[in-house]
């Protein structure tokens, strides 16, 4: 084994166990709750949400929360997800997403992002905090990302469900990695699940995604204002949605625990609540991601 061959392994290595010392102490920083929609019910986003909303504001006055009605949309921006041929890492349990205000394709495996905005986020997700912690995803030190840790609450069967995420976001992108090999330099741990460096990175199932966001208003949990948002998915020159969410995020860093606890315990309870009487709207079946996967 020649010198370079044998530094670039002992790095990778320290590498290594320095970013699972990293994940290890990295907890959740906030929860956000999703109410996955039927796309059927917005087909008009005006309407779907105005009727989504009108039900939110009579479970919040139920359990006593304020709510606040607003209208506000925000730019629409455009997604893509990118795997192997395989999908083998959304069947391990990672997401490859690029987000930018515009996407155009090059060449069959090259995509460019527009040039202001553009994100690339590798995420894990598991119902374990443990398994995030280990799923050593953090970008490469040389790069200006963000490496963070929340949790997200949907409702399944009736009961509200809690999954772990990790994500590492880079932002300011020009070019997708458009192999396994590739990905390995922005995200070096990603070595050790046994990828094969040569496999090819794409577009999942040739989908671009334009995503619609609503702001149609927000609630008062105790004190604090927290804004609501839906997000409505449409294959790129679409007119209709193929998917939709309503969600809104908390935060976690309360430094009263008993305070934060009992909060989250009311918000919880809400969030079920809400599901369950929203059943014409409700999609239970899937995530907005497996939507994508699961398009033909």
Known sequence: MNMKKTVFILLALLFCRQAGVLAKNLQPSSREYKILLKAERFVSAEEGCELFWQLV????????????????????????????????????????????????????????????????????RAPELESVQNALIEPASSLNAEYSCEEDLVVKGGAAVIIFSASSKIPGLKRVPAAVEDLFQFFPGMARLGLSAQSKLAMVNNVC??????????????????????????????????????????????????????????????????????????????TKTASVYELK
């Open 209 to 286: 995604i334009v995503e619609k966001r609503i702001q149609r208003g927000a609630i008062y949990f105790g004190d604090k204002k927290t804004k609501t948002i839906f997000s409505i998915w449409y294959e790129k020159g679409e007119k209709k949605p193929f998917v939709a969410e309503f969600s809104f995020k908390v935060d976690l860093d309360s430094k009263n625990r008993a305070r934060r606890i009992e909060l989250l315990e009311k918000i919880n309870s809400f969030f079920v609540e809400l599901a369950r009487r929203g059943k014409f709207f409700v999609n239970t079946e899937k």
């Open 57 to 124: 504001e009579k479970v919040s006055t139920d359990f006593g929360l304020k709510t606040k009605a607003y209208r506000k949309e925000k730019p629409d921006r455009e997604i893509c997800f990118f795997d192997t041929a395989e999908n083998d890492l959304y069947r391990q349990g990672f997401i490859l997403r690029l987000r930018a205000d515009e996407i155009t394709r090059k060449s069959e495996n090259e995509m460019l992002p527009g040039l202001s905005e553009a994100e690339l986020t590798l995420k894990f």
